[in-house]
């Protein structure tokens, strides 16, 4: 199974929106509505910040938003703030009942 | 509040075993899989292996599949891989992390573990 595809890097000044796109297959991304975005920071354990695609947990805060397309997920930060600085990963369901991540952005704020 | 805490990590030779252990809190452990996840030095996450709440379904990676078991004790709230035939890039944190669902494989994680890291080296 292929990692799924993502930007390496992304980045943005204060209060501008930024978008992590994570791109898979028909397999994957593109089948299930099973896609999650985790935010970690350096030395940390993940956090998931979308799970169902667009789902929120709560405690997470509404200016993080996930939306999917054919084979391509993405995660949308608007509002951005110095506390969102960290690598941000996403994982979908497979066909094959396993689970694959992307390979991780890194979202600077500049 | 959902606990997860690994142990059983540490340096271990190339071939050689180890037998990661997860003691989980605050929450129904049957009614949730759980996963393995591991994180090698400077690199993503890599899923490892998944089992149903009620252990009878189990998936694996590729890249462990044949040398890595993973188990549950639902007695004890207590998750396992054990892990044979190490190699050098089986070295990684590794993660336990609830799944919120309770379905053959992994759906996505609700909450993770602080990890165990685990070295393989001579």
């Known amino acids: 199974q292929s990692a799924l595809t993502q930007p390496a890097s992304v980045s943005g000044s204060p209060g501008q929106s930024i978008t992590i796109s994570c791109t898979g297959t028909?397999?994957?991304?593109?089948?299930?509505?099973?896609v999650s975005w985790y935010q970690q920071h350096p030395g940390k354990a993940p956090k998931v910040m979308i799970y169902?695609?667009?789902n929120r947990p709560s405690g997470v805060s509404n200016r993080f938003s996930g939306s999917k397309s054919g084979n391509t997920a993405s995660l949308t930060i608007s509002g951005l703030q110095a506390e969102d600085e960290g690598d941000y990963y996403c994982?979908?369901?497979?066909?094959?009942?396993?689970?694959?991540f992307g390979g991780g952005t890194k979202v600077t704020v500049l | 509040e959902v606990q997860l805490l690994e142990s059983g990590g540490g340096l271990v030779q190339p071939g050689g075993s180890l037998r990661l252990s997860c003691a989980a809190s605050?929450?129904?452990?049957?009614?949730?899989?759980m996963s393995w996840v591991r994180q090698a030095p400077g690199k993503g996450l890599e899923w490892v292996s998944a089992?149903?709440?009620?252990?009878?379904?189990?998936c694996y990676a590729d890249s462990v599949k044949g040398r890595f078991t993973i188990s549950r004790d639902n007695s004890k709230n207590t998750l396992y891989l054990q892990m044979n035939r190490l190699r050098a890039e089986d070295t990684a944190v590794y993660y336990c992390?609830?799944?919120?669902?309770?379905?053959?494989?992994?759906?996505?994680?609700?909450?993770w573990g602080q990890g165990t890291l685990v070295t393989v080296s001579s």
């Open positions: 169902d695609v667009s």
């Open positions: 605050g929450f129904t452990f049957s009614s949730h899989a």
């Open positions: 992390a609830q799944d919120k669902n309770d379905i053959a494989g992994a759906t996505g994680f609700d909450y």
């Open positions: 994982s979908s369901y497979t066909s094959s009942s396993t689970l694959v």
């Open positions: 089992i149903s709440g009620g252990a009878g379904s189990t």
């Open positions: 028909s397999s994957d991304v593109g089948g299930y509505n099973y």
